[in-house]
C-alpha cells in the first residue's frame, strides 16, 4: 500500500482475482518516473516496474544513479497492476526489474518462469528466512503483522494470545481489516502454509462474520483510532507512518505483536527481481545488488516509509521492534499458496 500517492482502486477487483494479483488490468495506472521516461524509449538505463512505495523506491534511483550514472526509469502501480502488466508482456516486457510490496505478487511472475536466477553476490547480502528458497528473487524489505487496538477500549490483558484467537465469537464487529487487499491476503496466505487448509478456512469463515472490511489499511487504522473498532489486522508501519506526520490517526492506537512464531507474527517479505527477457542484465543486476546492500539498505533505514531492512546486516530504524525480537513464524516465500487462498477467501465470500 502506499500513502498519499493513491488509493487502492484496484481492491474493487479482487473478487475476480488470484490473491488480488491475477484479473487483467490493461497499462499499468502508475506514472512513469525515475531518470526520465525518454531514457528508457531511447534505450539508455533500466526500467523499473515498481510496486513498493513511490518515496523508499525514489530515493533507491536517486542513490543509484548517483553512484553507478545509470538511469533508472520507474513504472510505478500497485502489486495487482505490476504483477498483470508482467504478465500480459511476458517475454516481450521493456521491464528489467520488479519490485513488489508482498510475496505472492512475486511468487506469481517466478512461477511463470519469467524471473532471472539472481546473482550470489546479491542473494549472499540478504539472510535466508527474507528470501525465497528459489533463489530467481530476493527480499529487499519486510514489514511486521500487527493488532493495531484502541488503548481505550482494549487492555494489554485483554488482547488475543493469537491471531487464531479472532475467530473466536467474543470478537464479533470488534475487529477491522482490508480484507480484499493484498496485505491481507499474504497473512492468510502464511496461515495457511503454518496452520494448513482446513484450519485456515475456519478462521476465515469465522472472521468472515466478525471482522469489518475497509478498502485500505489507512482507514482501518483510523477506524481503530475513532474507536469504530476495537482492533484491526494490519501490517507495522501503518502507524509508525501516520505517527512521523500528523498522528491523527493513531494517536489513539497503540501495536499489538503476537511474536511466538503465530501466524499474527508474520513478517512479509517484499521482493526484488530481474526480468529474464531483460536485455540489460548486468545493470539490472547491479540494481539490486544495490538496493540490498549497505548504501541501499541505509536509504531504507533513514526514510519515512518505517519498513524494515533486511539486507547487509543494516539495522532497521531505531524507532522499530528489531526483527530478531518479532518471533516471527519460518515461512518460505516461494511457498505462499496465492492460488488456494484467492479460492479459499472466495468460497467464504471475503472475494
Sequence with gaps: MKFGIKPATALAAATATLLALSAC???????????STSAAASGDGIVVYNAQHENLTGAWVDAFTKETGIKVTLRNGDDLEMSNQLS???KNSPADVFLTENSPAMVRIASAGLLAPVDQTTLAQVPAQYRPSTGDWTGIAARSTVLAYNKGKLTADQLPKSLMDLADPVWKGRIGASTGGADFQAIVSAMLALKGEDATQK???????NFKSYKDDTPVLAAVNAGEVDAGVLYHYYSFVDQAQTGENSKNVDLHYFKNQ????FVSVSGGAVLASSKKQDQAQQFLKFITGKAGQQVLQTGDSFEYTVGS???????????????APSVDPAKLNSEKVTELMTKVGFL
Excluded: C, F, I, R
Excluded at 262 to 265: E, T, V
Design 88 to 90: 500480459e508482456e511476458g
Design 203 to 209: 478462521w476465515l469463515e469465522a472472521a468472515k462474520n
Design 313 to 327: 546486516d543494516v539495522p532497521a530504524n531505531s524507532k522499530l521492534v528489531p526483527l530478531k525480537d518479532l518471533q
Design 25 to 35: 488490468s490493461g497499462s499499468p495506472s502508475g506514472t512513469a518516473t525515475g531518470s
Design 262 to 265: 503465530d501466524p499474527g507474527a
